[in-house]
């Protein structure tokens, strides 16, 4: 007996052995910064679920020079650099990746890293409309649409001739070429801007991308901006109905979504981020909505969120006192939520560079005028940065 137990220890052993011998594959990630100012750190970010989650940040040497080394918990996209722009990689067990970032773009600095010359490649295609959708500059539609018929052409050429010999990544690439090039589209629409298009001036492209089936898999929840994706599609499809002169209300979106997004655990997606998420508290309406959507909430990652929301909104019922904030006047008086207390407050946030915003402000100044010698307080609280204090003041 003792022979056996023996036997088996030892068999233990070597197994836990041979287990610890095998190399863990690490990828690594050797990078050089090129801007004005150098930060102390540099983040990277994994994509989860077709969104941005921040992976581990590490400090940038005096020289601009910063790495990482770590255990890919998956093959795909990951973002390098600063959280509003950063720089895509792709990034796989035992990769080695060496990079060059700048203020705008990424460089690629091994020629034998195939995959990552293919995405750079392809954001020198996206790269003007990616541009025109930042919030920097007034670009237009004036600018953007007579250019858009030559990217599309880039894009179309991009899918069908990129390969690198790795097809697991050929084929998530392109599926990402496509997607990201109608998400843009759609993008540019519905930031805010100095000039909008009227619907019938849109180019022919955009009734060709939103037209068919969408979203059929869940692939897109590879790309890390999958889940806005599904949302500007729909808005899209909103802005169809409106220019059609139907109805729209309340239930307008989740139906567009149900008719419309192919796959359920998307659809599951869509209504945490867009109907559930954005809950105040833990009322009846929120109860409801969350009953209905509850076949759709398939996968433990989608239960996971909503229920660490909910610990969020339990303890913010009816009656509690609201969240405080301050701000200063064009005489820099300093004014206070809190100051109002016991009176209604509306609320406007708005920016110099949002025309729509702009565009609201005399209306809002009709309904304060309509309102005078009440107990309503307008509040129009700006979110510009303090470069542009003069253009606000």
């Given at each position: 007996?003792?022979?056996?137990?023996?036997f088996?220890?030892?068999?233990?052993?070597?197994?836990?052995?041979?287990?610890?011998?095998?190399?863990?594959?690490?990828?690594?990630?050797?990078?050089?910064?090129?801007?004005?100012?150098?930060?102390?750190?540099?983040?990277?970010?994994?994509?989860?679920?077709?969104?941005?989650?921040?992976?581990?940040?590490?400090?940038?040497?005096?020289?601009?020079?910063?790495?990482?080394?770590?255990s890919?918990?998956?093959?795909?996209?990951?973002?390098?650099?600063?959280?509003?722009?950063?720089?895509r990689?792709?990034?796989?067990?035992?990769?080695?990746?060496?990079v060059?970032?700048?203020?705008?773009?990424m460089?690629?600095?091994n020629p034998?890293?195939k995959?990552?010359?293919?995405?750079?490649?392809?954001?020198?295609?996206?790269g003007?409309?990616?541009?025109?959708n930042?919030?920097?500059?007034?670009?237009?539609y004036?600018?953007?649409?007579?250019?858009?018929?030559?990217?599309?052409?880039?894009?179309?050429?991009?899918?069908?001739?990129?390969?690198?010999?790795?097809?697991?990544?050929?084929k998530?690439?392109?599926?990402?070429?496509?997607?990201e090039?109608?998400?843009?589209?759609?993008?540019?629409?519905?930031?805010?801007?100095?000039?909008?298009?009227?619907?019938?001036?849109?180019?022919?492209?955009?009734?060709?991308?939103?037209?068919?089936?969408?979203?059929?898999?869940t692939?897109?929840?590879?790309?890390?901006?999958?889940?806005?994706?599904?949302?500007?599609?729909?808005?899209?499809?909103?802005?169809?109905?409106?220019?059609?002169?139907?109805?729209?209300?309340?239930?307008?979106?989740?139906?567009?979504?149900?008719?419309?997004?192919?796959?359920?655990?998307?659809?599951?997606?869509?209504?945490?981020?867009?109907?559930?998420?954005?809950a105040?508290?833990?009322?009846?309406?929120?109860?409801?909505?969350s009953?209905?959507?509850?076949p759709?909430?398939?996968?433990?990652?989608?239960?996971?969120?909503?229920?660490?929301?909910?610990?969020?909104?339990?303890?913010?019922?009816?009656?509690?006192?609201?969240?405080?904030f301050?701000?200063?006047?064009?005489?820099?008086?300093?004014?206070?939520?809190?100051?109002?207390?016991?009176?209604?407050?509306?609320?406007?946030?708005?920016?110099?560079w949002?025309?729509?915003?702009?565009?609201?402000?005399?209306?809002?100044?009709?309904?304060?005028?309509?309102?005078?010698?009440?107990?309503?307080?307008?509040?129009?609280y700006?979110v510009?940065?303090q470069?542009?204090?003069?253009?606000?003041?």
């Amino acid at each position: 007996m003792k022979k056996i137990n023996t036997f088996l220890l030892l068999t233990a052993i070597l197994l836990s052995l041979s287990s610890v011998a095998q190399p863990v594959k690490m990828a690594i990630i050797k990078g050089k910064l090129s801007v004005k100012t150098l930060p102390p750190d540099i983040a990277l970010y994994s994509v989860v679920d077709g969104d941005v989650v921040l992976h581990s940040k590490v400090k940038v040497a005096k020289d601009s020079t910063f790495g990482f080394c770590f255990s890919p918990e998956y093959s795909g996209f990951y973002k390098i650099g600063e959280r509003n722009s950063p720089a895509r990689i792709f990034i796989s067990p035992g990769k080695q990746v060496s990079v060059a970032i700048t203020l705008n773009e990424m460089v690629n600095l091994n020629p034998a890293d195939k995959e990552n010359s293919q995405l750079v490649a392809w954001n020198k295609i996206i790269g003007k409309l990616k541009a025109a959708n930042s919030m920097m500059g007034n670009i237009t539609y004036k600018d953007i649409f007579p250019i858009l018929p030559e990217i599309e052409k880039q894009k179309d050429k991009f899918v069908t001739t990129a390969k690198t010999g790795n097809p697991a990544f050929d084929k998530l690439l392109k599926g990402l070429a496509k997607a990201e090039f109608e998400s843009e589209l759609y993008h540019f629409l519905f930031m805010p801007r100095t000039e909008h298009p009227k619907f019938e001036q849109q180019p022919p492209v955009y009734k060709k991308v939103s037209s068919g089936e969408h979203f059929a898999t869940t692939e897109v929840l590879n790309y890390d901006f999958g889940q806005n994706f599904i949302g500007s599609y729909l808005q899209y499809l909103w802005t169809i109905k409106m220019n059609d002169g139907v109805k729209t209300d309340a239930n307008t979106f989740v139906n567009l979504c149900l008719e419309n997004v192919k796959n359920d655990t998307l659809k599951g997606w869509y209504f945490i981020n867009r109907e559930l998420l954005r809950a105040k508290t833990f009322d009846q309406a929120y109860r409801d909505k969350s009953e209905k959507f509850k076949p759709y909430i398939l996968s433990d990652a989608q239960k996971k969120k909503l229920k660490d929301f909910e610990g969020t909104i339990r303890t913010f019922a009816d009656g509690e006192l609201a969240i405080n904030f301050n701000g200063n006047t064009v005489d820099g008086k300093k004014v206070a939520l809190a100051d109002f207390k016991g009176k209604v407050v509306l609320v406007d946030v708005w920016a110099t560079w949002c025309g729509p915003c702009k565009k609201e402000i005399p209306s809002l100044q009709k309904l304060e005028e309509e309102m005078k010698g009440t107990d309503v307080v307008f509040m129009s609280y700006s979110v510009d940065e303090q470069k542009d204090a003069e253009k606000w003041k």
